[in-house]
Nanobody, 121 residues
């Protein structure tokens, strides 16, 4: 069974940094791309950043220049380095992956359980 497990959230002061990790497991055959989304209270879930297996990246305008997404294909893991954090970055951050596994040979969409990031003084 495929699982995405996030870690690295927490409380940080404005201007601080956090690094999120997301590890995919479960007899994975191939990952098409991985992404980070976030959802603040009372708001819709929004895309933060994506990375393809080949390393191409995309960032939402709100995080460009502050966040960096990277991946380790050998470990099926994606990271989100978040610098210069602002209170408006406060949200639950979700890992997303489009992948196929031995059990499900067609590409499917998977989500992690989410990790809370709170930016506050």
């Amino acid at each position: 069974q495929v699982q995405l497990v996030e870690s690295g959230g927490g409380l940080v002061q404005p201007g601080g940094s956090l690094r999120l990790s997301c590890a995919a497991s479960g007899s994975i055959v191939s990952i098409n791309f991985m992404a980070w989304y976030r959802q603040a209270p009372g708001k819709q879930r929004e895309l933060v950043a994506t990375i393809t297996r080949g390393g191409s990246t995309y960032y939402a305008d709100s995080v460009k220049g502050r966040f960096t997404i990277s991946g380790d294909n050998a470990k099926n893991t994606v990271y989100l380095q978040m610098n210069s954090l602002k209170p408006e970055d406060t949200a639950v951050y979700y890992c997303n992956a489009v992948l196929r596994s031995i059990a499900t040979p067609t590409f499917r969409n998977y989500w992690g359980q989410g990790t809370q990031v709170t930016v506050s003084s």
